[in-house]
């Protein structure tokens, strides 16, 4: 039987980070990801950790009870794609209707098990505008039109 390999380690560890993140967990990014690495999503695109961590303070600044929910994880060496649910509420918005994206997200680890690369794919259009009271009207109707 073989023994897990680093990247299937801090795989385990990156998910269990993220179901579990509060805001008191942001201090432990740096046992997650590399000090330069880099995060893509479809808001942002930073280098480093506090780039980082600026981008998850805000998520818990902007959104009720946001929580991450894995479903899926493939792992090929030193890179790892996983499937999610991102559940939360708006706190301008919507406050009491609960929402949901899901999304996808691709990692690269370092040989130390570090991320260097996370990259979240997901539709704003789809996950998120449209569930905007006056936005998410223009955004239906605009993709009406383009089915046409």
């Known amino acids: 039987m073989s023994s897990p390999t680093p990247a299937a380690d801090a795989a385990k560890r990156l998910v269990a980070f993220f179901e579990g993140l509060q805001p008191a967990s942001l201090s432990q990014l740096g046992q997650i ?14 280098i480093g950790l506090p780039a980082i961590e600026r981008v998850f303070k805000h998520m818990f600044d902007s959104l009720h009870e946001p929580r991450f929910v894995v479903t899926q994880q493939v792992l090929q060496g030193e890179q790892c794609f996983l499937t999610w649910e991102f559940h939360f509420r708006f706190k301008s918005h919507q406050a009491e209707k609960n929402q949901l994206i899901l999304g996808a997200t691709h990692l690269v680890f370092a040989a130390d098990g570090l991320v260097t690369l996370h990259r979240d794919y997901w539709d704003a259009a789809e996950e998120l505008y449209e569930k905007l009271p006056l936005l998410g009207s223009l955004m239906r109707w605009l993709k009406g039109r383009a089915k046409r």
Request: glycine share 0%; aromatic share 22%.
């Open 33 to 46: 990801y590399a000090t330069q690495a880099r995060f893509k999503d479809p808001f942002n695109e930073v």
